[in-house]
């Protein structure tokens, strides 16, 4: 494996990248502080995959009636994000975008005054903000398409500094059929998980959807042989509506149990809220 890769966009951006990791960092402040912030995540970056890759085996491994014993910064926050789930089949991997995006930041904003921050993992977003910052968010139906159905903005008032966005046509595999589902929380690394939670259970059981062991799409997938879906053809009304309903169920208990703060579910351009309205209509974002 190639060592970490660290370049910077023309706009300034930060682009930190080892392995499957992909992060793009975006600070705002003074400058002097924004370069020192990226330096130190730039010297953070360096040996956070290392880490994790020496404890994969506990990272990989369903999360049981014992809380999985781990060292690493990151492996301790995927830890601790999936274990209020553990009632369904969960590892520690669901996780792991939000918990190096969290672990990014919080490395980044030491000893720095930084107006505004966030690392974003491959959609995995960790935010920070202060003062009367504000950060505008956009809210897609299909993670493959570019398109943009609405957004929100947050501001350093609300209790959401974590973002992440699941389902069966991301990176990641799912057991659900869900478009995307895109989670609010405390953390991103809260979110990851509860977004892998809520698209697992956007469901229904119809011989347009096709599955695949886990295993034989990706050989070293945590999810071992529990069917993946793979495929998802034209689904009928009904069948539509029950498994968006039965994800809008999932979420609302997460949100009941204070897990997320709220969750966006799509599939085949149908919407379903926790908070039973449609993202607003996007303005200038940041």
């Known amino acids: 494996m190639n060592g970490p890769v660290s370049r910077r966009f023309v706009d300034g951006r930060l682009h930190l990248q080892h392995g499957p990791i992909d992060c793009i960092v975006d600070a705002f402040g003074e400058r002097d502080e924004v370069e ?117 903005k947050l501001q350093c008032a609300d209790p959401v500094r974590g973002i992440a966005t699941s389902g069966w046509r991301g990176r990641s595999q799912s057991l659900g059929i869900a478009d995307a589902v895109t989670v609010l929380a405390g953390t991103a690394a809260a979110a990851d998980a509860a977004a892998t939670v809520i698209a697992n259970a956007v469901n229904v059981d119809h011989p347009a959807i096709r599955r695949l062991p886990a295993r034989a799409v990706k050989e070293d997938s945590d999810l071992g042989d529990l069917p993946v879906t793979v495929e998802v053809g034209r689904l009928p009304a009904a069948a539509i509506d029950a498994a968006l309903d039965a994800g809008l169920r999932a979420a609302r208990d997460l949100r009941e149990r204070g897990l997320i703060v709220d969750a966006w579910l799509s599939l085949d351009g149908h919407w379903r809220t926790v908070v039973e309205k449609k993202p607003f209509v996007l303005r200038a974002q940041c």
């Open 36 to 152: 020192t912030a990226y330096v130190q995540a730039t010297r953070h970056f360096e040996g956070l995959l290392p880490s994790l890759v020496k404890e994969l085996e506990v990272l990989r491994s369903p999360v049981g009636a014992a809380y999985p014993l781990v060292r690493g910064t990151v492996a301790r926050r995927m830890v601790a994000a999936v274990w209020p789930h553990r009632e369904n089949f969960i590892t520690p991997m669901a996780a792991v975008a939000g918990a190096v995006a969290e672990d990014l930041l919080e490395a980044m904003l030491l000893g720095r005054k930084l107006d505004k921050a966030y690392v974003n993992d491959g959609g995995d977003i960790a935010i920070h903000l202060g003062g009367y910052a504000e950060f505008d968010v956009g809210i897609a139906p299909d993670p493959n398409l570019a398109v943009l159905d609405g957004g929100l």
